[in-house]
């Protein structure tokens, strides 16, 4: 059965789906992501003892306001505190997973006009582009990097190129999309290839044009890195996959009552 319901119904629909998933990943990041990050922070911290310091207590040769070379405060002296940042992960995630939900929810509204969809197939459908479209694409491109990792001299720079990676993945999906409007009537095999064809394409050029982006240092421990970055891709995941599954399974929920609810007025 096509999705139904008004917009507010969906955006109530999609905030708890949000909400649910949000807490999902923030558990995947709790227990997965944040050893790793401890990890990491304790050697940024060691690199940063480490280095030489003049008697004001700056890096030797630089000035106090060069933050390339202070390295960041995660300790005691941290605005906010470690054990701060880990409670607040799971505030952090639900409201990210709130927002993303709304957003969800408005682009369901839309996509149910012009894709005939049962609605828990669409709601797997939207979440499976949506995090290829804003996870996959950039993070396969720009992958995320633990504390110590980056210069903040190029933060700026890092963050365009990250966006200008999303903008490639929604138009590769976008792309795709339509491509597997046009060829809708073909056989499976074109219907299937043709759209993931359209994809690639797009992808490819597109990681082909984009600069590359490199600041690891080569005594950064690589399993670390790796498994920091997988725990993040996993977290991502983790919050598309909740969002997409509980958006469906309060659909389907919605459409028996409905149809319920139709039955026992028929009755009557």
Do not use: C
């Not at 096509?2 to 709790?30: D, H």
């Not at 505190?81 to 929810?105: E, M, V, Y």
């Not at 939207?126 to 720009?142: D, M, R, S």
């Not at 990250?162 to 219907?191: E, M, P």
């Amino acid at each position: 059965m096509p999705l139904t319901g008004t917009l507010k119904t969906l955006l109530i629909r999609g905030l708890l789906a949000g909400l649910i998933a949000g807490l999902l990943a923030g558990s995947v990041a709790f227990f997965i992501g944040e050893p790793h990050v401890d990890a990491a922070i304790a050697i940024e911290e060691a690199n940063s003892a480490a280095e030489p310091h003049d008697d004001s207590g700056a890096v030797a040769g630089h000035s106090h306001g060069d933050e390339a070379t202070e390295g960041h405060s995660h300790g005691d002296d941290a605005l906010v505190s470690r054990d701060g940042q880990k409670g607040g992960l799971f505030l952090a995630t639900a409201l990210a997973g709130l927002a993303l939900g709304a957003i969800f929810a408005a682009t369901a509204h839309y996509a149910r006009r012009v894709v005939d969809l049962p609605g828990p197939v669409l709601a797997v459908t939207l979440a499976t582009a949506g995090w290829l479209a804003i996870e996959a694409v950039p993070f396969f491109k720009y992958p995320a990097n633990p504390p110590a990792v980056g210069d903040p001299e190029t933060i700026n720079k890092r963050t365009l190129l990250w966006l200008a990676a999303v903008i490639l993945g929604l138009a590769a999906i976008a792309a795709a999309a339509y491509v597997s409007k046009i060829v809708a009537t073909q056989q499976f095999s074109v219907r299937l290839a043709a759209p993931v064809a359209s994809f690639l394409v797009i992808v490819v050029l597109g990681y082909v044009l984009l600069p590359g982006v490199n600041e690891v240092g080569p005594d950064f421990p690589a399993t670390l890195l790796w498994e920091f970055r997988l725990s993040s891709l996993a977290t991502q995941a983790t919050l598309w996959i909740g969002l997409g599954l509980a958006f469906a399974v309060l659909t389907d929920l919605a459409t028996r009552q409905r149809s319920d609810a139709e039955k026992l007025s028929a009755t009557r």
